[in-house]
């Protein structure tokens, strides 16, 4: 039987306010991913007013310990970093900052993905529990943890000393606002989220004038050649029981045309759930890239490693223990039953680099109006806002009731 929460750890209305106010001004000053300095400060600041023990880490990674005698240990993770896209979703809170690309280029930034709501909502679970201590035990780690969106942000924890420098939890906890009811929640045991790989491949041809093209090597027709081949990857290589992605996400080649390039660009994304499905997708894209190149005389191109988030995988018998909690919490009717999501996290590399179980859930950020209009924003939409009335309470709660599981007395 779960424990009832107590009211000192529940929202007010004062305190809700204070939530709200917190999430307009993450959401209006984004910031690129390993560039969230601003952001750092302003999240170490908070924490530490709360008294916290405070440490940077992994560059712009913020962690703040919160000890109430003896316990257990439990984490609780929130990501940091926004992404550059242009915000058009009319809010008076909207984005309107700039960033830089790590070639200079200047581009909007935007909180498309809702990582200004899983601070927000961090922040004030950090906030209930300091002022809470007579209703629980023991510590909580509060990981804020910069570029998620490129996969280098909770490697850049773990290698800088993470699970050296903080005390190490007994399981993991996080959340993520996506695209379904507001106030529900979602999460299932095993797997939840794919492996990612992404790759940049650079064709090598022989430039020439557009009017002898006897005399070239074709980058843009290799290229082409390859993109379509690799289509057949998941259609003719994965069985259909199993599921695979193979995106190719931009193609770059040439500046006039009437010159035909010495070289094309492309890049690719590949989304698995099996190890065995990876192997084969990932030796399928060398061997048709390789292949390709030498049926047209061409050098051997060159495939870089852009990004690998590592699988998000929920230990079933947490997983069960935490839906039981959150039907205490929100009624049976609001815990949605989820199913594995071809997007990725790399929030699973925090639990495995210490072997301990690790819990990921779900919760809606859209009204029954916006449902109904069918094909709402997604993540990383332009258009992306989550309704702020009851999707940031929910992620308090949802938060606050998972911590309580662990570290609630009796």
Avoid at 208 to 224: C, Q, Y
Wanted: charged share 20%; hydrophobic share 40%.
């Amino acid at each position: 039987m779960a424990n009832t929460i107590p009211q000192s750890l529940a929202l007010t209305e004062d305190s809700t306010a204070e939530l709200v106010e917190t999430y307009k001004y993450l959401h209006a000053n984004p910031e690129l991913s390993m560039q969230e300095h601003r952001t750092a400060d302003y999240l170490a600041k908070r924490l530490e007013d709360l008294g916290l023990e405070v440490f940077r880490c992994g560059g712009t990674g913020v962690v703040g310990v919160l000890r109430n005698g003896e316990g257990p240990v439990i984490g609780l993770r929130a990501d940091t970093d926004g992404l550059p896209v242009l915000e058009d979703t009319g809010l008076d809170y909207a984005s309107t900052a700039t960033g830089n690309l790590d070639d200079g280029t200047e581009v909007p930034l935007m909180h498309a993905c809702g990582h200004d709501t899983h601070m927000a909502t961090a922040l004030k679970t950090a906030e209930l529990y300091a002022r809470a201590r007579d209703a629980w035990a023991g510590t909580i780690a509060f990981v804020l943890q910069p570029g998620e969106e490129t996969a280098a942000g909770a490697r850049a924890m773990v290698d800088d000393g993470l699970w050296d420098r903080a005390p190490k939890p007994e399981i993991m906890f996080g959340q993520h606002v996506m695209n379904g009811p507001a106030g529900t929640v979602s999460l299932m045991g095993g797997a939840a989220m794919t492996t990612a790989d992404s790759f940049r491949v650079t064709v090598f041809g022989q430039g020439s004038h557009g009017s002898m093209p006897e005399r070239s090597i074709d980058p843009i027709v290799l290229g082409a050649a390859m993109v379509l081949r690799l289509q057949t990857i998941v259609s003719r290589q994965v069985a259909p029981q199993s599921a695979a992605v193979v995106t190719i996400g931009s193609f770059h080649a040439g500046l006039k045309e009437n010159v035909i390039p010495d070289s094309a660009v492309f890049t690719l994304n590949v989304r698995t759930f099996e190890a065995e499905v990876r192997d084969i997708v990932l030796s399928s894209i060398r061997r048709i890239i390789a292949g390709e190149a030498q049926a047209s005389g061409a050098p051997e191109p060159l495939i870089e490693d852009i990004s690998h988030f590592p699988p998000l995988y929920n230990d079933p018998a947490e997983t069960a223990k935490l839906a039981d909690e959150f039907r205490a919490e929100f009624g049976q009717e609001r815990v949605l039953p989820g199913t594995p999501a071809m997007g990725s996290e790399d929030f699973g590399a925090l639990a495995a680099a210490i072997d301990v179980p690790s819990v990921f859930w779900f919760f809606g950020g859209n009204d029954a109006e916006t449902l109904a209009a069918g094909h709402p924003p997604a993540n990383h939409s332009p258009f992306f806002a989550p309704v702020i009335d009851p999707t940031l309470a929910t992620g308090v709660r949802a938060a606050v009731r998972a911590l309580f599981s662990k570290v609630g007395k009796k």
